[in-house]
Structure formats: structure tokens, C-alpha cells
């Protein structure tokens, strides 16, 4: 079976309800007679009552951009994944560079926070990448088998099917540079391995890996062009409905 790819928004720290509501009377349409791939906006936890009444109905997605591992407690600030699905999300994104740059976000946390997302029954978007000194000194691969190995412990392959992984080389993060289809495709076939060893090749050749880093509506279909690109998780580029819509429909 061919993997239904899925475009997936992350607005990062931009937008409030009301402008919420007005990117999504605006991009609604422009998708709305799309079925090929699974479509996901993630934006700000404030945004999230407004984005899940705008999308009632649609084939757009709600997700969050983080989460607590605990279902409750004394976490100021925290979000729980009972919260999100309270609120109606589906999915949630774990482990962004940008937490783990300035959030103090591990690979151990990623993990806690990728059982409880699969315990409660979200998709985890959960996310990979090395930065631009470990790749110039040749630790690609070291990385993502050390974040892949992390994320991926004491797992079982019945929880991780609903699974997805993204790619995002962090030097190419808001940056406007983008790895080569080549680079991310080769990325993508190291993570679908490392998944192969930790839940099987069954369930790792139906995981979905999408690839994130400046994607933008004019190399959309490039990446997408590589087989072993599942999707995209786009990040600037979403934030206007007309791009992000373009990108949905390379």
C-alpha cells in the first residue's frame, strides 16, 4: 500500500483567533476538494478552540505544538495530552529543534512525551535533524541514529502505528536553505531503517517521514518527487494560506 502523504502546518509563535479564523476562511477552499494527501495545522495553543471550530467538517486536521508527558499536576505552563484531545486535536507535534534549542527539550523527553501522545491516541509528528556543525563534520548519520534510537525506546510496534517522523536538518530551518531532494531522501531512508530495527520493516515501510526545512510552494514538488519523502512539515510558508495551499497541491 502507498503512503498517503501528509502536509502538515507549524505556525510556530504567530497568529490569534482572529486571524486564525481568517486563514482558514481563506484557505479552506482552496483545498477543499483535496483527498490525496492528509492535511494538519498546528497552531498556538490559544488559537486551537478557534482552528478546530473553523475546520469542523473540512479535511483540514487540528494538532498542537507540544506536550506534557503527565496527565495533570502542579506544571506551570504545561499542556497534557488529555487537554488536547479535550480541545480536539489529533495530533501533536514532539521534539521541534526549536524545544530542543531553547526548551531544553532531550531525547529522553521525547521519548516520555511520544508515549503519552501514543497512549492517549494522538499522532505524534516527532521530530529529527542534525544541526549545521554535525553535518559539516560528518555526524548525520550518528545523530539521527542516536535521536531515532531515544525516541524509539521501550516502544512496542502495536503503539507506534500511528507513528510519523519528520526530517528537519536544522540548519535549513528559517534560514531559506533547504537540503538537496538527494540529501533528505538519504535522511529519510536512515530513519526508515532505524524504524525497521525498532518496530519491524512492516510497520517502518508504512511510516510516514515527511521532511521539514524551508519548504516552500517552489520546492514542494522536488522533495516530493523522492520516494522515500512522505510529506512535508512546513513552517513560514504555512502561515499564509495561499502558499501553504499551494504547497498542499504542488
Known sequence: MPRQRL???NW??????????????AFLPLVAD??????VVCPPYTDLHAAVEATTGSNVAIGAQ??????EGAFTGEISPGMLLAAECTHVIIGHSERRQYFGETDDTV???????LEAGLTPIVCVGEVLEEREAGLTEDV????????????????????????????????????TPQLAAEAHSLIRTEAAKAFGDRLAE??????????????AKSLMAEEEIDGALVGGASLDAQSFAAIVKY
Open 144 to 179: 539521527l541514529r542516536r535521536q531515532c534510537l531515544r525516541a524509539f525506546h521501550a516502544i512496542s510496534a502495536k503503539k507506534a502505528s500511528r507513528l510519523v517522523i519528520a526530517y528537519e536538518p536544522v540548519w535549513a530551518i528559517g534560514t531559506g536553505k533547504t537540503a
Open 7 to 9: 502536509i502538515a502546518a
Open 12 to 25: 510556530k509563535m504567530y497568529k490569534n483567533p482572529d486571524q486564525t479564523r481568517e486563514f482558514f476562511q
Open 34 to 39: 483535496h483527498t490525496r494527501d492528509e492535511i
Open 111 to 117: 521519548n516520555l512525551k511520544l508515549k503519552a501522545a
Open 66 to 71: 507540544d506536550m506534557y508527558w503527565k496527565e
Open 206 to 219: 508504512s511510516m510516514r517521514i515527511l521532511y521539514g526545512g524551508s519548504v516552500k510552494p517552489e520546492n
